[in-house]
């Protein structure tokens, strides 16, 4: 009798910090909603922004509008990705379903095909046509498109990036192989860290929010994402999913 008041009011503060912690995280995805929100709302003007920029005749001026407006599009992307990253956004709006693997592989590739043309950089594709997995078709291409993005970046001029699927009993094992630089051995563990740049990232643009992102996806889909330096060169980035429901 003389603990009951006592666990009542160990109930009731519970209840409080409970109640509590419920009001800040759904503030705090409202809040990562309305980032993702305005900052796509803001590419539509910074895309006519740079179309008119480059319609105009040729000068000092008109270059320094691209520059400046492309960099305003790649703060808005690493805002996108940074509110999904900490808004959990993820793991809310995920919904596998048993999708193309094929299908998958090219609408990531649409996003890198610039740049790697820019660079002459080959794409090679080997997925067969009818392979299948468990997984979130758009949330997943941004997966691998962050892979991607990253092989395109820091391959060299004329090398070739690879993509290839295999398929066993319970999982879909994804291949991504390039010929970039590797990443030291020492940090691979801290690739997908939030923010982290390596010593061969750490001057080149990006804000080190891809791969975090990647992972969180993956992990989303009880799946697993690594990487492994090959003995010839450049990186192998492995993304295994469920194969179908169980």
Known sequence: SGLAPLARQLRLKRGEEEARDRRVTESYRSLAALVSDIAHQCKTPLTATKMYAELLPPSSEAAAIVQQTNKLHFLMDALVKLSRCEGGLIEENIHPAQESVKTLTAQALSAVVPEAGRKGIVLSVEIPDKLTALFDLRWTAEALGAILDNAVKYSPQGSKIRVGAQRYDQYLRLDIWDQGPG???EEL???WKRFYRGRVTRNAPGVG????LC????QAQNGRVVCQNQDSGGCRFSIFLPAEYK
């Not at 929010?209 to 975090?212: H, M, V």
């Not at 992972?215 to 993956?218: E, L, N, T, Y």
């Open 209 to 212: 929010i891809g791969l975090t």
């Open 189 to 191: 563990p801290e690739i």
């Open 215 to 218: 992972r969180m996806i993956v």
């Open 183 to 185: 990443i030291p051995e």
